[in-house]
């Protein structure tokens, strides 16, 4: 199937099940297809933990539970489908000066990613990469010169000490990746971007079409950090009108979190929850209504404590008694259900991430590149592993 029937056949799936997927149980009881269909919501509800994250961290084996109470949706296993770009397993793995301020995980992805990029004939402009350790791996592994650009001068200064301890010929570019001028630096070279965030490959996909830059590599990340509040499909065909909120849906993915960090996203969403309710109660405000981020690190407060500090933060007055226990309870309950009840919206995460994929790497085709959609590795190591390369 070709980019676009992919495209076309999976937007038409989106539009068809958009009832599942658009309301995010978070921010309301029950979502309507609760009521069309209830069998399914109550043995959504009964699953155990266990089964909760099996589900979560398995694509197929996600859809293949949908599947068996709306049979259409079988068709998604197929759509989401790519292939998985395998490391030769030949070049040395990263190592001393190379390795040095690269975190484990980052180094694997990195790893993975460069394997993952074919012959590189022009030279290499890395795109918002921070310290560099991408470019600075190609570096040493091709014979063209790198310029990494990032926005933050403490990054570009830590990169350039990393490049030359490593002796290799990379330099940066303290740069903003959204004013016009950054792209000048595409001409002629050879793009790649690990993990660039919404507006910032979207960026890079118009600059690399306006310059003519040679090649492109590119893992997309974070699609839902844009300035537009609403999607705006990169190909005349695309007619899903995305929120920001729903661009969300496609990294809600946590297959690398580890047990902790698990603890600690089911306190967070808990905790949300019960404020919800307590802004319900004391301002008569509407679960729809969405609040700032809260920092993380609130989260080593008690929950009281915790409440009043981001009740302080909202401007809601809070007494001095409440029932914070049963508030709590309230929360954990409320967590429990909505993970379950978001199963059912998570099997069209996947599918609407490569929707978005593929809308990326059509815009590419029609501006005259040749386009391969791939996994430049497997989920465990980050479920952000779509690869979209480009040559002119
Ligand atoms: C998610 S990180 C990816 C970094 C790197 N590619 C990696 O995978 O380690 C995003 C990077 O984009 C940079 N960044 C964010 N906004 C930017 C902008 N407007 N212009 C240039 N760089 C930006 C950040 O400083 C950060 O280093």
């Known amino acids: ?82 292939p998985r770009i395998e490391s030769p397993g030949d070049a040395e793995p990263v190592s001393g000066q190379l390795a040095w301020a690269m975190p484990g995980r980052k180094q694997a992805q990195v790893e993975a990613f460069a394997e993952a990029v074919d012959a590189i004939e022009n030279p290499i402009l890395e795109w918002c990469g921070g310290k560099g350790h991408l470019g600075r791996l190609l570096a040493s592994r091709t014979n063209q010169p790198v310029l990494s650009l990032d926005y933050d001068a403490t990054l570009c200064r830590e990169g350039e000490l990393l490049a030359e301890r490593a002796h290799v010929d990379q330099h940066f570019v303290c740069a903003d990746a959204l004013q016009p001028d950054a792209t000048h630096h595409l001409a002629g070279r050879h793009a790649v971007a690990l993990h660039a965030c919404g507006d910032l490959h979207l960026a890079l996909l118009r600059g690399a079409v306006r310059q003519h830059a040679a090649a492109l590599d590119l893992s997309p990340c974070c699609y839902y950090r844009t300035v537009d509040a609403v999607y705006r499909p990169l190909n005349p065909e695309g007619t899903l009108q995305l929120t920001r909120d729903e661009l969300h849906l496609p990294v809600t993915d946590t297959a690398t979190a580890g047990a902790r960090d698990r603890r600690l996203r089911d306190r967070a969403m808990a905790w949300k929850l019960a404020f919800v309710r307590l802004r319900e109660e004391l301002a008569g405000l509407s679960s729809a209504r969405t609040f700032k981020p809260v920092p993380a690190s609130w989260l080593s407060l008690s929950f009281e404590a915790w409440c009043r500090k ?40 996947r599918p609407l991430e490569i929707w978005l994929a593929l809308d990326r790497a059509l815009f590419l085709e029609r501006a005259g590149y040749r386009v391969r959609l791939a996994e430049f590795c497997g989920r465990e190591l980050t479920p952000r592993n779509l690869f979209i390369s480009a040559r002119l």
């Open 1 to 82: 199937m070709d980019f676009l029937a992919r495209y076309l056949a999976l937007q038409d799936a989106l539009n068809r099940h958009a009832s599942f997927w658009r309301p995010a149980p978070f921010h309301m009881a029950r979502p309507d297809w609760c009521v069309q269909y209830p069998d399914w919501a109550a043995q959504a509800l009964a699953l155990n933990d266990a089964e909760v994250e099996r589900l979560n961290a398995d694509n197929v084996a996600l859809i293949d539970w949908a599947a068996h109470r709306l049979p259409a949706l079988a068709e998604l296993q197929a759509l989401i489908e790519l």
């Open 310 to 349: 981001l009740a302080a933060r909202e401007g809601i007055a809070v007494p001095a008694h409440y029932d914070w226990p049963a508030l709590e309870a309230f929360g954990r309950q409320r967590q429990r259900e909505v993970m379950r009840l978001s199963l059912v919206r998570h099997v069209f995460r």
